[in-house]
């Protein structure tokens, strides 16, 4: 590898803020921020959403019914696509 070309690979401690969750990962995000976790100062980066807080990952997401939608749609504009006999 040539050197001063590569960014920086370190431990980050991530934090998601929705389901207040810390964990580490390795990763090369630049940030100035840095937070004491588990006896040591790591950098520190903020998230809105991880897999502890997204609905796909909880369970939490919710699955329409295909034969459900289709009728429906079917129910509410069926008339238009009737041919004429």
């Known amino acids: 590898m040539r050197a001063g070309i590569h960014p920086t690979y370190r431990t980050v401690v991530f934090h998601d803020t929705s389901a207040n ?3 580490t990962v390795g990763s090369t995000i630049a940030t100035e921020r840095t937070i004491e976790f588990e006896g040591q100062t790591y950098p520190y980066v903020t998230l809105d959403i991880s897999s502890a807080s997204h609905p796909y990952y909880t369970g939490k997401q919710k699955e329409f019914s295909k034969e459900g939608s289709t009728a429906r749609f079917q129910q509410r504009f069926g008339h ?3 041919k004429n006999n």
């Open 21 to 23: 969750v810390y964990f």
């Open 80 to 82: 238009f696509f009737k």
